[in-house]
C-alpha cells in the first residue's frame, strides 16, 4: 500500500487543479454573455490564480493577488456595472464583429511564441533541478521525515521586502510614478470641461 | 412520466457544483494547514487515528493502511470541524449577548423565556429559522441569490485560523498573517454586492452602491494601521506581533521594550477600531442594512437559513475583528498568570476578557449613537481618518528610527551612560514627542465637521 502514497505528488496535483479552476473561469469571462457573470467569473479566475502562487508556496504573493484584485479591482469593476446599468436585466449582448478568426490566430501565435520563450529560457538551478529530478527529489524525501519542512519553503516576506528596496527599487518607484500619473490624469479627465479649461 | 420529467429538470447542477467547490477548498485548505504546521505536532492523533483503522481491518478486513496523507487530511478536517463549530457557537451567543447587552443599557430585560434567564435563545432561533422556507423572488437572479450568503459565509469561517485564542493556540500562524485577515475583507464586499445584485431589488441595489462604497474606502486607514503595527513589531505574523507585545523584542525588529501597542499606537488604535466597527456594517455605520431607511438593505428579500447565513457572518466577522484589535494592541493574550488555571488557561481567560471588552464598546456604540448620514460617513473617512492615519504611519516610522538609535549607542549624538534611567528617559522622551507631533497633525482634524470644512 505504501507504493500508493501519493502524498509527494499533492502540490503537483493541486497545481493542475487550480490551473484548470482558472482557466476554466477565464472562459466563463469570455463565453458569458452577462456581464456580471464576466465579473465574477474574473474574480474566480483570480482567485484561482492567486491559489496557484499559494500551491507554489508564494503565500504573500498569492494573498496580496487576492487582496488587490478581488478587494480592489474587481470591486471597482463591480461598482462601475452597478452605476453605469450598462444592461437591462435578460439582454444579451453578442458580438456581431467578425474578428474572431484574426484574434484567435494571433492569441495562438502569441502563445506558441511566449511557450517557445519560456522552453528556452535558462531558468535559475534550484528551480532546474526540482524540475529534472523532482522524482528522486520527492521519492528520497517522501522517506525520510523533512517533508513538511520541504514543503514549507515558502518564500520569505523580508526577501520581497529586501528585492523591493534594494535591487528593484528603481523599477518599483518607476511603477508608483506610472499609476500616480494615471490618477492624475482620471482626476483631470474627470472634471467638467469648464473647470478643466482654467486650470490649463 | 412525469415523476421523470420533475427528476431531470431538477438536477440541481448549481448545488452540486458549489459543494463539490467547498469540499476542493477544503481538501486544499487542510492540505496547506498541514504542510504549514507539519504532521509532528500532530502525531499523537495522527496515530490514534491510524490505530483505529489498524483495528478496523483486524476486525472486518479491508485495506488498513492508508496513504498519509489521508491520515492527515482526516485530523485537519476534524480539528477544522471542531473550530467551525466553536464560531458557530460564538456566533450565535453573541446575538444572545447583544441583546442582553442592549437590554441593561435600555433597562429592559431582554430574552428570558426560554431556558434559565433566555440562555437557549439563539438554539431556539437557530431551529426556528431552520425550519422557515428559503424564498427567492421571481426577477431574482438565482445564482446569485444563492451564492451571496455562502460568499460572505465563508471567509468568515476562514478568517478563524488567525485567531490566537491563547498561549501556543493559534490554529494556523501564517506567514502573511495579517494580510490574510485583510484579504478576506475582499470576499464580503464580493458576498454583499451579488446579495444586492442578485436580489433585483432598489434597496437592496442601494444598500450594494452604499457597501461597496464604505468597505472599499474604510479599508486604506486600516491598512496604515496594519503597516504602523508592523513596524513597530518587525513581523506580519500574529505570533509575533503579540510577542513583540509581551517580550518588546521578536527575530525580525521589535522595540526592545514590552509595552502593548495601545500606547505607542494610540491613534492607530482608534482609527482601527471605527474603521473595523464600519468593515463589520455595524451602528453608527450600518447604512448597507438600515432598517428604517433600506428596510435592511441588501438582505431585505432573504428569508430562513439564508439570512442566519448573514447574520452568524456578520457576528463571526465581529468576534474576529475584535480577536485581531486584541492582538494588535492589546497584547493578545498577554496577562498575569491567574491561580489554579495554569498559563494556557488563563492566557485563554485574559484573550476572552479582551475580546469581550472590545464586543462590549461595539454594542455600546450601537445602544447609544445614531446613523451617520452617507456623506458624513465618507468625509469622516476620507477627509479625517485618512490623514490621521497617514500621519501616524509617518510618525511611527520616526518612533522606530528614534528608537533604533536608542538602541545602538554609537548612533547616539551626546555620550551617555547606558543605563535604566536614560533608556526609561528617552523612551518617555519619545513617546511625548509623538504625542505632541500627533497632536500638531491631528488637532485640526479632531474639529467638528462643519467649523473645519465650511
Given at each position: 500500500m505504501n507504493n500508493l502514497d501519493l502524498t509527494p505528488y499533492v502540490p503537483w496535483i493541486w497545481f493542475s487543479f487550480f490551473g484548470l479552476f482558472t482557466l476554466v473561469m477565464a472562459l466563463g469571462v469570455v463565453f458569458h454573455r452577462k456581464i456580471v457573470y464576466n465579473a465574477v467569473f474574473l474574480a474566480l479566475s483570480l482567485v484561482g490564480t492567486g491559489a496557484l502562487y499559494i500551491t507554489l508556496n508564494a503565500d504573500f504573493l498569492g494573498i496580496v493577488q487576492i487582496l488587490l484584485y478581488v478587494g480592489g479591482i474587481i470591486v471597482l469593476i463591480l461598482f462601475s456595472i452597478l452605476l453605469t446599468r450598462g444592461e437591462e436585466r435578460g439582454v444579451e449582448y453578442v458580438n456581431r464583429n467578425k474578428q474572431s478568426f484574426w484574434a484567435f490566430s494571433l492569441i495562438m501565435g502569441l502563445s506558441l511564441w511566449i511557450g517557445t520563450q519560456f522552453w528556452k529560457v535558462q531558468w535559475p538551478d534550484a528551480n532546474r533541478n526540482l524540475a529534472a529530478n523532482h522524482w528522486e527529489r520527492y521519492s528520497e524525501i517522501a522517506t525520510i521525515k523533512t517533508l513538511p519542512q520541504i514543503l514549507n519553503r515558502t518564500v520569505p516576506v523580508e526577501a520581497i521586502g529586501d528585492g523591493l528596496m534594494k535591487p528593484y527599487l528603481l523599477i518599483f518607484e518607476l511603477a508608483s510614478i506610472v499609476l500616480l500619473v494615471a490618477m492624475v490624469g482620471v482626476v483631470i479627465y474627470m472634471k467638467p470641461e469648464k473647470e478643466r479649461g482654467a486650470d490649463a | 412520466m412525469k415523476l421523470l420529467e420533475w427528476r431531470v429538470r431538477r438536477v440541481p447542477v448549481g448545488k452540486i457544483s458549489l459543494i463539490l467547490g467547498i469540499l476542493a477548498f477544503v481538501l486544499f485548505a487542510t492540505w496547506k494547514i498541514w504542510a504549514l504546521t507539519g504532521y509532528w505536532s500532530l502525531e499523537p492523533a495522527f496515530d490514534s487515528i491510524r490505530n483505529f483503522f489498524l483495528n478496523l481491518r483486524d476486525k472486518f478486513g479491508g485495506p488498513g493502511e492508508l496513504p498519509m496523507g489521508l491520515y492527515n487530511t482526516i485530523i485537519i478536517t476534524l480539528k477544522l470541524l471542531g473550530i467551525l463549530v466553536v464560531l458557530l457557537l460564538i456566533g450565535a451567543y453573541s446575538t444572545l449577548m447583544e441583546r442582553k447587552i442592549l437590554a441593561f443599557m435600555q433597562d429592559r430585560l431582554g430574552p428570558t423565556r426560554v431556558g434559565p434567564r433566555g440562555i437557549l435563545q439563539p438554539i431556539a432561533d437557530g431551529l426556528k429559522l431552520l425550519q422557515k422556507e428559503c424564498i427567492v423572488p421571481l426577477g431574482a437572479d438565482r445564482n446569485f441569490h444563492y451564492l451571496a450568503p455562502v460568499i460572505c459565509f465563508i471567509p468568515a469561517l476562514m478568517g478563524a485560523v488567525l485567531i490566537p485564542f491563547g498561549k501556543g493556540l493559534i490554529p494556523v500562524d501564517l506567514n502573511v498573517g495579517i494580510l490574510y485577515f485583510f484579504a478576506l475583507g475582499a470576499f464580503g464586499e464580493l458576498g454583499i454586492f451579488l446579495a444586492a445584485w442578485g436580489s433585483n431589488n432598489k434597496y437592496s441595489a442601494i444598500a450594494g452602491f452604499r457597501a461597496v462604497a464604505q468597505l472599499v474606502s474604510y479599508e486604506i486607514p486600516m491598512a496604515f494601521c496594519i503597516m504602523s503595527i508592523v513596524l513597530l513589531s518587525g513581523s506580519l505574523k500574529i505570533g509575533d506581533i503579540i510577542n513583540a507585545q509581551i517580550e518588546g523584542a521578536t527575530a525580525y525588529g521589535g522595540l526592545g521594550f514590552p509595552i502593548w501597542f495601545i500606547v505607542p499606537q494610540f491613534l492607530g488604535f482608534l482609527i482601527f477600531f471605527l474603521s473595523a466597527v464600519a468593515e463589520t456594517n455595524r451602528t453608527p455605520f450600518d447604512l448597507a442594512e438600515a432598517e428604517s431607511e433600506l428596510v435592511s438593505g441588501f438582505h431585505t428579500e432573504y428569508t430562513g437559513l439564508r439570512w442566519a447565513f448573514f447574520f452568524l457572518a456578520e457576528y463571526v466577522n465581529i468576534f474576529i475583528g475584535a480577536s485581531i484589535i486584541t492582538a494588535m494592541y492589546?497584547?493578545?493574550?498577554?496577562g498575569p498568570e491567574l491561580p489554579f488555571l495554569g498559563i494556557t488557561l488563563s492566557s485563554v481567560v485574559w484573550f476572552c476578557l479582551k475580546v469581550f471588552l472590545i464586543f462590549f464598546i461595539i454594542v455600546w456604540l450601537r445602544g447609544t449613537l445614531p446613523r451617520l448620514r452617507v456623506d458624513q460617513l465618507m468625509m469622516l473617512c476620507w477627509k479625517r481618518l485618512i490623514p490621521i492615519a497617514m500621519a501616524n504611519f509617518l510618525l511611527t516610522g520616526i518612533f522606530v528610527f528614534a528608537n533604533t538609535v536608542r538602541l545602538t549607542p554609537q548612533l547616539w549624538p551626546v555620550h551617555l551612560e547606558n543605563s535604566a534611567y536614560t533608556s526609561i528617559a528617552a523612551i518617555v522622551f519619545i513617546l511625548i514627542a509623538m504625542f505632541g507631533l500627533a497632536w500638531f497633525f491631528a488637532k485640526d482634524l479632531l474639529k467638528p465637521i462643519k467649523e473645519r470644512d465650511a
Open positions: - | 492589546l497584547g493578545g493574550y498577554a
